[in-house]
């Protein structure tokens, strides 16, 4: 029965393959022999995914998005090219290899070959795809739960490989456990730190806020390139004023908020310490007023190719004034929110219950006092920072102390 399910799935699986190449006008598998790698021909070895990729590589400006309840700058700059290798003649014998025991339904072999091939160019989303379907007609479930996951966060929504990736973890859902990753990619680029350098370290600001001139929306993306040289000065953060509508215990909420992602941690995806020293911090969280527009959290991804560059996060009080008694509740939320962004989640997930839901919710008193006592980042939001870890990025961000 289950063997019968999982042709069922070949075959589907096969026509949607059938219909994108059709859709990219190239020659279909029938006209000439099937096994002749059509399914990388495009762009010379390069996905559909790939193609966006390959554009340009210049600083990706100051894109503010709009949040949930927070909203984020960047202000980031792609240090290197590290997309993946042309398809060198090995490579292109193994996919050929691996695609002829794909159509004999070799799965468990094509599943091996596709995973040599993935080392060689990670970001192929077909050679991610296919890596996951063999996987998953093998039986191995993680396998292909994790190559999916990477389909999907290296492709835009509208790729037609994210399309595929979602529908076969739709499709079936049991064995996946409805997960439901988002794509983090923006301008064509994926960006995380390293996290070969040791953890990241994190400092909250107990209600202070930044010099005037660079208070919520006066804090401008390129005004950050100033902030690090001003972090440095002897004095800096001594003479910091304290904004209003602060409450004591927001810091700890803050640290409560960023906590959210300590069971990410723990699965060794990325790690991060909290420290109470602010020169030695690589993500900074300052207070404002008001952030700017209807945003009430951003965070500001460290430039690269400066000197001691650090991530730094505003958080809005006068909008947390406004909330009252679910205050606390909607802080935590904002904060995993924005420690989500800090880690590298460029984009907001499409699913509401998801920390890095980019819509707003109406929710009940209910389900408040319900959110306020689990972690908000759920299995979504997991396996979509687990599967930019495992990819090589266009921007990769080191570490204060790893310089
Ligand atoms: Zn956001």
Redesign the pocket.
Known sequence: MILETVRLRNCLVLLSLTWLWSNALLPLPTSKPLLCGVPFSLAGGASLSDIALSKGDGFSGAAL????V???GKSAKRMGNTVGDAASPDLATMQKQALQCYMQRNYVEAAKLFAECVKKKPRDASLQYYLGTAALYADDIDTAEHALCRVVVMTSPESDWNKLALKTLTDWKRQFHSIKPYSQLENGELMRWDKSKGPIKVWIADGLQLPPGYVGPELTVEKCRTLYSLFDKPGFFEHLSRVEHYVPTYADIVRAGINDWAWVAAEGIIKYEFVDDPRKADVLYFWCPQSGADSV?R?YYPWTGVSRPRAIVHVETDYLRKWGARAPSELRQTSA??F??VLGLQQ?SPALDDV?A?KGKTISWRECAQYSAASPVNRNDFVTLRALYELPPDVLFETLGSK
Request: no cysteine; glycine share 24%; aromatic share 0%.
């Open positions: 998005a709009k949040g949930r927070a909203s984020r959290g965070t929110h924005e989500g962004h907001h890095m980019g």
